[in-house]
């Protein structure tokens, strides 16, 4: 945080989760640039959500629903950059999942494009949480050892 109280890019994405964590939906969605623009590709079972009102919505039926996310830790990163108005944040997470009385861990990668609102904080521009698939083109991991 600077003497005027910004946080940093990456720290922003840090208060994001702790907001996540503890189901703090205005928190949630005030880190979100206030727009129909804003484009978020959520890891679950749609594609993508475009538009603050959406996005906004997601989050609070999210917040009501039956689970809860303990911890979010990144193990790869996060990597950020910030350039004038914009940043990106980046890495791969494991989120510790409650749903009932089961506890388990899922990896994600997330990326995050950040833009600066009036005030000079950092809001979500563009999010995307998603894990890989197993074998998307039917022939293997094409990397070779």
């Given at each position: 945080?600077?003497?005027?109280?910004?946080?940093?890019a990456?720290?922003?994405?840090?208060?994001?989760?702790?907001?996540?964590?503890?189901?703090?939906?205005?928190?949630?969605?005030?880190?979100?640039?206030?727009?129909?623009?804003?484009?978020?590709f959520?890891?679950?079972?749609?594609?993508?959500?475009?538009?603050?009102?959406?996005i906004?919505?997601?989050?609070?039926?999210f917040?009501?629903?039956?689970?809860?996310?303990?911890?979010?830790?990144?193990?790869?990163?996060?990597?950020?950059?910030?350039?004038?108005?914009?940043?990106?944040?980046?890495?791969?997470?494991?989120?510790?999942?409650?749903?009932?009385?089961?506890?388990?861990?899922?990896?994600?990668?997330?990326?995050?494009?950040?833009?600066?609102?009036?005030?000079?904080?950092?809001?979500?521009?563009?999010?995307?949480?998603?894990?890989?698939?197993?074998?998307?083109?039917?022939?293997?991991?094409?990397?070779?050892?």
């Amino acid at each position: 945080m600077n003497e005027q109280g910004i946080h940093s890019a990456e720290a922003s994405i840090g208060e994001f989760y702790k907001a996540v964590i503890a189901k703090d939906v205005e928190r949630i969605v005030a880190s979100y640039t206030n727009s129909p623009d804003t484009y978020v590709f959520v890891e679950g079972p749609r594609y993508s959500t475009l538009g603050i009102e959406r996005i906004a919505k997601g989050w609070r039926d999210f917040c009501a629903a039956p689970m809860a996310l303990e911890s979010i830790t990144w193990t790869e990163g996060p990597w950020s950059e910030e350039h004038g108005d914009m940043a990106w944040v980046a890495g791969i997470l494991v989120l510790r999942v409650k749903v009932k009385e089961r506890v388990f861990e899922q990896t994600f990668r997330a990326s995050f494009v950040l833009r600066k609102n009036a005030a000079g904080a950092w809001q979500i521009r563009q999010e995307h949480v998603s894990a890989p698939l197993e074998d998307p083109y039917g022939i293997g991991d094409w990397l070779k050892q």
